[in-house]
């Protein structure tokens, strides 16, 4: 008897057994939405200190085509004199993601390549490849391993560390990922070139819940770029997750006629 | 203080002398038994201080106490650095340089490496892969900018398809087919900014252009790149070029060449001191004095932290020149005095007496006439008016104390000192042509002279580094081979400052920046010019069908928001400044003459109002040639008041020594005709006055000043006792002597330079070698012409030219 409660009490306090890939699967839960909105200001920050300033609208709405595909719209509101600028994409499952430009001055969409993983989003530090990982993390493509508990900015986390499974083509050779233990967020990457050299560095900041639906978000983020000198700020305001987002606004000719 | 008094002293020099006119009358005087046996008299003690004296009252002291200076002076040598780049030659209120900094501040200028890729054609698979491996390979060199890295495959382009727009760049991945490689070929040639600027119109030749970081080493990005080039080359030719490779390839010729010619050199020089004294101790003594000058003088480079520049660098050859001149009038006194002392000692000390002074005051001369350099406001010239001031009074000082002490512990040489019969006949003749021939000798001067003036006025300024090199030099057929079939290497910015926030994305700036760039590029010299008006128009007419349309303010700014969603920040802010109230043209030239670069500077400044009427919009320039621009400016201001600073310090020095007005004006007659006759010739063949060749007058004025002053000390002494014709005659031939041994070593050392394959080395050696020749021969010429006085009777300097 005395055994059975020790047994059961030893179940009981037991820490939660967690792995790489599992702790992987709640982040991508935790960033999964079904549509969201919000404002963003980025700044690109360049080594010499120069900074540009932009602030753009965001909604994304998850697509009928797959679990992890998403539609997004971007729509700049300031500076006054590129305001309205837009860009869509459509990804897509089974073929290449559609994008679409906007320029007011023009009053026409224009079609442009869809991006590759390692282009620059919007000029800023974060690659497609990046923004792909802050929708949905494909889990498939890495393989995942528990590192430590540390904690960043204050908060525990656990360190991960994220190695491309063969024939993944990806710009990292490796990363380092801590997951906010209380979110599951992303709360710090080391991003490591495929020599092994450290190349940007990602932190999340002004952890807060969205909404009642149990969602939270990071406010701020920063990408750093150790190799060029080059940083991006990113300050999110107005979240709005999973409040529902027409389906009619990803198109261009919301784009043109709104 | 002590200086002072002792050059006071020598006023006294000829009332001392005057007192042996009556016995030095009694000796026999022929070229084979004269010899300057006048006995010293303690009365000319005092003229040096017990410091000197030690050197042969305690000869073992002194020669230690040297040792261990020279010991503690060369730990200096550790901490010497070197100062490759241009950046902080200009004085930092200078408009130029101001220009410059502002532009740096607010487009971060970089000096740019670039790697050229030429094959038979550049659109095969081979030379594109190369391409993308060179570009991934250079950011890894140390120093270059990883995000400001521009090649075919890292620039982004925008080029209209029939189903939209391509957004990538042009070798994201390699054409896989013979339509892909012809869409690249399109592309490019659609492209303004990459046709001509990265590709050559006729596909043989492509760049990648690397910035680098500020305060980079240029040595250690020359070698990495360098090694990149050797890589990937085969069967495609890699070039490597650009200012700080140019730069390099300079300094690494320069001081490759002086490694190799200056020690063979200076050992010819001393050759030419064996054949001059015959003795073993004439050289050794001299190579030792000079060896530790160059220590000495280096060593207080490194605890100064004064570094080893392009400049500096003449430092030995031009300590050998200056401090062996020292040590060839002592050792010609030595010998001379030899066969009068029975002691090392007693010889030592009359040495001294003899000639310690006039070393003396041609030390000091010489090192004021070097810290006129000061007046320069290129930073590398000022510092080395400090470093010849400080070194010349170091080998003065070693000159004065390491010689007497040595020759004090050796026994006086058995032998008479050595004179050339063949040497005596020349100046005899030289001296007798100068006095027999005075009116045609000043008529040819004066024809000489006013030849040479007119040759200064076309002396042209600045240094044209392509010229530096022979044509078969890598770095300048690089240099060529950009000029010729792409927009050239070297680079002018130009900031347009449209004087209101966001202005630059207003249509009517647009406008006039448009027009000035047109303007620009109707300038033969002008190979490409690039600024965001390039980016606009690209965008413009990809977007709209290919129209040249000028577009719009709101265009403007949406095609530039485009712009920064596909570039890197780097190549963002090359552009435009962070509040668009600025905009950057870069200006590429195809020629590297600086004399073109300041009169397209002169030229835009005066136009510049036909495009920016508004009176608001300024323009800054920037880039590399403004150095270079400036950098000419202040050679030609600062060389006419170092000439004219340099001659007050030689006649004032002068005044202070012979106490008359006539005596220190004739002073500077030698130095002062040389000085024109060198530069004449500059003019006249075309050699620059560059930052190297500005060292001539240090080198002129230096040594010109040892020979004034030897030969009008030694004058005077002389006329105490003789005179005026005798007393010409006796100074050419004895004092003349020195001279001569010290012009003619000089001389045959420093024309091997001339064989230097690389021409600022080469200019220097055989313009040094012929500095040397021409203030010989003015000063052995000159000075006779003036001082003959012609109702004297020449039986006393016949006499001395008679056989016992």
């Keep these: ?258 | 203080m002590k200086i002072r008094y002792n050059l006071l002293s020598l006023h006294a020099l000829p009332q001392k002398l005057s007192e042996r006119v009556a016995s030095r009358r009694a000796y026999p005087c022929s070229l084979q038994t004269y010899s300057d046996t006048k006995p010293f008299t303690p009365k000319t003690m005092h003229i040096f201080q017990p410091l000197l004296r030690l050197s042969y009252i305690r000869p073992k002291t002194t020669l230690l106490a040297l040792f261990a200076i020279t010991l503690l002076m060369a730990g200096g040598l550790s901490r010497l650095e070197t100062r490759n780049s241009f950046d902080g030659e200009l004085p930092t209120d200078d408009p130029i340089n101001q220009g410059i900094e502002a532009a740096k501040e607010v487009f971060g200028e970089r000096s740019v490496v670039l790697i050229g890729l030429e094959a038979a054609s550049i659109y095969s698979p081979e030379a594109a892969q190369k391409v993308i491996d060179l570009s991934n390979a250079l950011s890894e060199v140390p120093y270059v900018m990883p995000d400001e890295i521009v090649s075919l495959s890292t620039l982004a382009n925008v080029s209209q398809r029939p189903w939209g727009l391509e957004t990538g760049g042009f070798l994201d991945t390699l054409p896989a087919d013979e339509a892909a490689w012809q869409q690249l070929r399109s592309d490019v040639a659609g492209n303004g900014m990459v046709l001509d600027r990265l590709v050559s119109a006729d596909e043989s030749l492509t760049v990648i252009a690397a910035a680098l970081e500020d305060g980079f080493d240029g040595g250690v990005v020359y070698d990495a790149v360098s090694k990149l080039a050797n890589h990937y080359a085969d069967p495609e030719r890699i070039h490597i070029t650009g200012a700080p490779v140019l730069v390099e390839d300079v300094q690494r010729g320069i001081s490759g060449d002086s490694r190799r010619f200056i020690p063979i050199a200076i050992v010819l020089i001393f050759i030419g001191f064996y054949i001059s004294f015959r003795r073993l101790a004439g050289v050794l003594l001299p190579v030792g004095m000079v060896i530790m000058s160059i220590i000495w003088t280096m060593g207080f480079m490194g605890y100064a932290g004064l570094p080893v520049t392009v400049v500096s660098n003449a430092l030995p050859v031009i300590m050998v020149a200056v401090a062996s001149s020292y040590a060839i009038h002592f050792m010609n006194a030595y010998y001379r005095l030899a066969d009068q002392h029975g002691s090392g000692t007693a010889l030592a000390e009359a040495t001294l007496q003899k000639i310690g002074l006039p070393i003396l005051i041609t030390g000091l001369t010489s090192a004021l006439g070097s810290a006129s350099l000061l007046i320069f406001k290129i930073t590398s010239l000022r510092e080395f008016g400090i470093i010849g001031a400080v070194g010349f009074l170091l080998a003065t000082f070693i000159c004065l104390t390491f010689l007497p002490a040595v020759c004090a512990l050796l026994k006086p040489p058995a032998r008479k000192a050595y004179q050339s019969a063949a040497l005596q006949r020349f100046l005899y003749a030289l001296t007798q042509m100068a006095q027999n021939h005075r009116r045609a000798i000043i008529g040819a001067y004066l024809l000489l002279i006013a030849t040479a003036v007119f040759f200064i006025g076309q002396v042209k300024i600045g240094d044209d580094y392509l010229k530096f090199f022979p044509k078969s030099h890598p770095g300048r057929v690089a240099a060529e081979t950009f000029n010729d079939r792409l927009s050239g290497v070297r680079n002018m910015d130009i900031v347009v400052d449209a004087a209101a926030y966001g202005g630059i994305k207003d249509e009517r700036f647009f406008r006039s920046l448009n027009d000035f760039q047109d303007y620009l590029l109707s300038y033969q010299e002008v190979g490409h010019t690039y600024s965001y008006r390039d980016v606009v128009q690209h965008l413009s007419a990809n977007l709209n069908d290919g129209t040249d349309a000028l577009p719009g303010s709101a265009e403007i700014a949406q095609y530039l928001m485009l712009h920064e969603m596909s570039a890197t920040p780097g190549e963002v802010f090359a552009l435009r400044s962070e509040d668009d109230n600025q905009a950057r043209v870069q200006v590429f030239l195809k020629s590297s003459d600086p004399e073109v670069h300041q009169a397209l500077y002169e030229n835009i400044q005066a136009d510049a109002a036909r495009f920016f009427p508004e009176g608001n919009t300024s323009l800054t320039f920037g880039g590399d040639v403004m150095h270079r621009i400036a950098l000419g400016t202040y050679i030609v201001e600062g060389k006419v008041q170092n000439i004219i600073l340099a001659l007050l310090i030689v006649f004032l020095s002068c005044l202070i020594i012979f106490r008359s007005l006539p005596k220190s004006l004739m002073a500077l007659l030698p130095i002062t005709v040389s000085l024109l006759m060198v530069f004449g010739l500059m003019g006249m063949i075309g050699i620059r006055l560059g930052i190297s060749t500005a060292l001539l007058t240090a080198m002129i004025v230096g040594v010109g000043v040892d020979f004034a002053v030897h030969y009008l000390v030694g004058y005077f002494r002389d006329r105490e006792e003789m005179g005026a014709t005798e007393a010409i005659t006796h100074n050419s031939l004895h004092t003349g002597q020195a001279i001569a041994y010290d012009a003619a070593s000089n001389i045959a050392g420093f024309s091997v330079l001339s064989f230097s394959g690389f021409l600022p080395v080469q200019h220097f050696g055989w313009l040094l070698a012929l500095s040397m020749l021409l203030i010989f021969i003015n000063t052995l010429v000159l000075y006779p012409v003036m001082l003959r006085q012609p109702a004297r009777q020449r039986t006393a300097a016949e006499a001395i030219l008679t056989p016992n």
Excluded: C
């Design chain 1, 1 to 258: 008897m005395i055994i059975a409660f020790t047994l059961l009490w030893a179940v009981l306090t037991a820490p939660a057994v967690t792995d790489g890939t599992s702790t992987m699967e709640k982040h991508r839960q935790a960033t999964a939405v079904q549509d969201l909105t919000g404002q963003l200001t980025y700044t690109n920050i360049s080594k010499s200190g120069r900074k540009q300033t932009r602030t753009l609208r965001q909604h994304i709405l998850r697509t009928d085509e797959g679990e992890y595909t998403y539609n997004l719209l971007l729509e700049f509101i300031s500076p006054q004199d590129v305001a309205g600028t837009s860009t869509l994409t459509l990804q897509h499952e089974q073929k290449d993601d559609e994008q679409w430009l906007y320029l007011p001055a023009l009053r026409m969409s224009k079609r442009i390549s869809p991006s590759k993983k390692s282009d620059r989003f919007m000029g800023t530090e974060i690659t497609y490849e990046d923004l792909s990982g802050y929708l949905s993390e494909p889990i498939d493509d890495y393989k995942y391993t528990l590192m430590v508990e540390e904690a960043v900015n204050g908060r525990p986390a656990y360190k991960l560390e994220a190695l491309p499974r063969q024939g993944v083509r990806t710009q990292y050779g490796k990363r380092h990922l801590w997951i906010d233990k209380a979110t599951h967020l992303m709360a710090k990457t080391l991003f490591y070139d495929h020599k092994g050299k450290l190349l940007k560095t990602y932190q999340a900041t002004d952890i807060r819940p969205i909404g009642s639906g149990g969602h939270y978000r990071a406010h701020q983020i920063k990408m750093e770029n150790v190799q060029t000198g080059n940083t991006t700020v990113v300050q999110y305001k107005d979240f709005a997750i999973n409040e529902g987002v027409e389906a009619a606004i990803f198109s261009t000719t919301w784009m043109e006629t709104r």
